[in-house]
């Protein structure tokens, strides 16, 4: 077990990042709530992808905080709106690209909620609108992974812990945030997933 953050959560009804980038993103209704429901097979409740047979092995995306930090410094621009994103679940102190093919539970005081660690969330053309110029190309193999909802419980903002069955020592705190090259590179490509630029008062880019 280890001890991380819990640091936002976004949660949208729809799919803000449609169709080219230079069109600009659709204004759909997007929450950063202080506390998510995750149900089994399922997903987060009122979130876009919960329920979709297309996404079950993926209703969840967890991003490390830190990623976004590292990318705005390495590009010399002011710290980004995490909600821009569009992943689910943000967290600092977990190296979250571990993840990837792995089971773990997330705890935040309302006991163990499992999720199932699949392929990377491979970031997009829109980032580079959203976020700024050379965040699509910067955010490779550091942009989170997609989850099934393989439990069912509360999850909240603030302190956390991480369980992974096969061993905790598989999670180096000090990368998160760092790259970790997928052994196929994922193909460029547009998404369909990830709203705009509201604010997130919970949700800190310059520390915990």
Same mark, same amino acid.
Request: hydrophobic share 40%.
């Given at each position: 077990?280890?001890?991380?953050?819990?640091?936002?959560?976004?949660?949208?009804?729809?799919?803000?990042?449609?169709?080219?980038?230079?069109?600009?993103?659709?204004?759909?209704?997007?929450?950063?709530?202080?506390?998510?429901?995750?149900?089994?097979?399922?997903?987060?409740?009122?979130?876009?992808?919960?329920?979709? %047979? #297309?996404? =079950?092995?993926?209703?969840?995306?967890? +991003?490390?905080? $830190? /990623? *976004?930090?590292?990318?705005?410094?390495? @590009?010399?621009?002011?710290?980004?709106?995490?909600? %821009? #994103?569009? =992943?689910?679940?943000?967290?600092?102190? +977990?190296?979250? $690209? /571990? *993840?990837?093919?792995?089971?773990?539970? @997330?705890?935040?005081?309302?006991?163990?909620?499992?999720?199932?660690?699949?392929?990377?969330?491979?970031?997009?053309?829109?980032?580079?609108?959203?976020?700024?110029?050379?965040?699509?190309?910067?955010?490779?193999?550091?942009?989170?992974?997609?989850?099934?909802?393989?439990?069912?419980?509360?999850?909240?903002?603030?302190?956390?812990?991480?369980?992974?069955?096969?061993?905790?020592?598989?999670?180096?705190?000090?990368?998160?945030?760092?790259?970790?090259?997928?052994?196929?590179?994922?193909?460029?490509?547009?998404?369909?997933?990830?709203?705009?630029?509201?604010?997130?008062?919970?949700?800190?880019?310059?520390?915990?």
């Amino acid at each position: 077990m280890i001890g991380i953050e819990i640091v936002g959560f976004v949660v949208s009804s729809g799919h803000a990042y449609e169709g080219r980038p230079g069109d600009g993103p659709v204004t759909v209704p997007t929450g950063t709530p202080d506390h998510i429901e995750i149900r089994a097979g399922y997903g987060v409740v009122g979130d876009r992808y919960a329920g979709q %047979a #297309a996404h =079950r092995d993926a209703a969840v995306t967890v +991003l490390a905080i $830190e /990623a *976004l930090e590292a990318v705005a410094t390495e @590009l010399g621009v002011p710290p980004f709106d995490p909600v %821009a #994103a569009r =992943r689910t679940i943000l967290t600092r102190g +977990l190296d979250v $690209e /571990a *993840l990837r093919s792995r089971e773990f539970a @997330l705890d935040s005081g309302d006991g163990p909620v499992r999720l199932g660690g699949g392929r990377p969330a491979a970031p997009c053309a829109w980032m580079d609108v959203v976020l700024a110029p050379g965040a699509h190309a910067a955010l490779r193999g550091r942009a989170g992974v997609r989850c099934a909802a393989l439990g069912s419980g509360t999850l909240r903002v603030g302190p956390a812990t991480v369980t992974v069955p096969d061993g905790d020592d598989l999670l180096d705190a000090s990368r998160a945030g760092l790259p970790r090259r997928a052994r196929r590179p994922a193909a460029n490509r547009t998404c369909r997933d990830a709203p705009g630029t509201a604010t997130v008062a919970s949700v800190s880019t310059t520390g915990p």
